[in-house]
């Protein structure tokens, strides 16, 4: 017995609030198990349900006043098909005793970084006098939005943490897009409080406009000749090759692997890489 598929529908979503300004939301996904002797516990407690105590978020919507106070799974029709509302209350309550059921932490900080600067703001490229990019290039800040969470939890998982080690989101992430998110760190500790143990899981997430794929100017020493790569010549003044020289410094390439014939500042060619796993950031149950 186990899940098939969590999905967020429409068709029930619904959201108020009063002269207090106390906000309500309510979401509605859809459950599908593989056994009609699936029971509510098990649906209501599936990875990607928000679970009590987790803030209101969507793919486009963020109020981390807002938490989830009600689960409500409702078996369909077909026994392997269930509805489930979450609703999301800001009304706050004495702290529970139980401190499995106490609110998450949140907070947002930024975080200085610098980054290589290819282009300025109009996509013009940042170049000398004789349109020859900078050596070495030039670098500008990068701060950026840094996401702190940090929740009681029944267990933890080791295994968690090491699968999802810089990893980025391949699902959209708290009104982020996917590649815009990625994890920084997540940490543990076990306590005990009124006789119930617990781990104190603390999430960051760390944020880029550009995403997190890597871009380098395409350039080398070398360029490929039937497939195999040949030491770039250097030319006299004349123009001409040189035989049995080799390029001092490198020269930009065409993204083929050859050198790039009369380099500028629009023709020469960048190469992106991923070099983040991507992992769906619904398994946080944020």
Known sequence: ?????????????????????????????????????????????????????????????????AKVKTITPSQSDNPKIWEVRVEYDSVTEDEPENPLERPPEVSWSAAPYSRVAWKDNDGKAIVNSAGHYFDPPLEVDDSRPVLSVTRNEAAFNPSLAIDYQDAVNSDGFLGFS????????????????????????????????????????????????????????????????????????????????ARLNNPGPDTVQFLSFKVYKERPFSAFSF
């Open 178 to 257: 996917p590649g815009q998110a990625k994890v920084a760190k997540i940490d543990a500790s076990s306590a005990t409080e009124n006789d119930i143990f617990y781990w104190k899981v603390s999430y960051e997430f760390h944020f880029r406009r550009e995403g997190w794929e890597l871009s380098v100017l395409d350039q080398g020493r070398y360029e490929k000749i039937g497939g195999k790569p040949v030491p770039i010549p250097e030319f006299d003044v004349a123009g001409n090759e040189i035989p049995g020289s080799q390029v001092t410094d490198p020269v930009p390439l065409n993204g083929a692997g």
């Open 1 to 65: 017995m186990s899940i098939v598929s969590v999905r967020e529908v429409g068709g029930g979503r619904e959201g108020s609030v009063n002269e207090k300004g106390e906000r309500r939301y309510t979401r509605v996904f859809q459950v599908i198990t593989d056994s009609a002797l699936d029971g509510p516990l098990l649906v209501r407690t599936a990875p990607g349900i928000p679970g009590r105590g987790n803030i209101y978020a969507t793919a486009t919507e963020f109020d981390p006043g």
